[in-house]
């Protein structure tokens, strides 16, 4: 079945710096989201990318939907307290008996230091 | 995006019983879905729960540990069977809605908290 890789698995920074991270995949998306996970919560949608190429925004988050459309990456700038969480990426192929299913990383844990 | 609510939002049963969660949208959505998320792990899809059919189940999920039920296009329970401690994790469920974009995706509830002791 379809594997997704996140990395980095964690990521210790200091207040006001930038942070990427990224997913790859074994096989091809046509879709990518990305979350975020907050103690006791379920998972927010931050972005979603639906073709290949594709750069969406929203505010200081920044996401691309890779050309291959087997990876996609986050980036988070100017980092504040609370970006704090978890952060998924998602892949989901729609199509045939998989439609809607979605497949996520393993998550990056995100600590921010005043 | 919708409101997703899930009851109970927390649960410490005792092992050989089980939990019936209920997860409540505000709006009528044609798909659900149920994951697991154990702990401190990612998140594994149980079963897409379709209003009017058999819920449709990943491999490693069967009908008689996780039944399903979507009655209507608001609503469904996911129980949890015959538990063991190994059950104890973080199920949510997530609806597939239209966006302002015109494109699809997932939304997910606050999930419920389980303990099996």
């Known amino acids: 079945g379809q594997q997704l890789n996140q990395s980095p698995q964690s990521m210790f920074i200091q207040e006001g710096e930038d942070v990427s991270m990224n997913c790859t995949s074994s096989?091809?998306?046509?879709?990518w989201l990305w979350y975020k996970q907050e103690p006791g919560e379920g998972p927010v949608l931050l972005i979603a990318l639906y073709k290949a190429g594709e750069l969406t925004s929203n505010g200081r988050l920044t996401a691309q939907f890779g050309i291959t459309r087997k990876d996609s990456f986050l980036n988070i700038s100017a980092s504040i307290p609370s970006d704090v969480g978890i952060y998924f990426c998602?892949?989901?192929?729609?199509?045939?008996?998989?439609?809607?299913?979605?497949?996520f990383g393993q998550g990056t844990i995100l600590t921010v230091h005043p | 995006s919708a409101v997703i609510s899930q009851k109970p939002s927390r649960d410490i049963c005792q092992r050989g019983t089980s939990l019936t969660i209920q997860c409540q949208v505000d709006?009528?959505?044609?798909?659900m879905f149920w994951y697991r998320q154990q702990p401190g792990q990612s998140l594994t899809l149980i079963a897409t729960?379709?209003?009017?059919?058999?819920?449709?189940?990943e491999s490693g999920f069967v009908i008689d540990k996780f039944p399903i039920s979507r009655p209507n296009l608001t609503f469904s329970t996911l129980t949890v069977s015959n538990m063991s401690p190994e059950d104890s994790s973080i199920y949510l469920c997530?609806?597939?809605?239209?966006?302002?974009?015109?494109?699809?995706?997932?939304?997910f509830g606050p999930g419920t908290r389980l303990t099996v002791l």
């Open positions: 096989s091809i998306f046509n879709t």
């Open positions: 997530s609806v597939e809605m239209w966006r302002a974009g015109g494109e699809d995706t997932q939304y």
């Open positions: 709006s009528q959505v044609t798909m």
């Open positions: 998602a892949g989901q192929y729609v199509g045939g008996t998989s439609y809607g299913k979605l497949t």
């Open positions: 729960a379709n209003q009017g059919s058999e819920a449709t189940y």
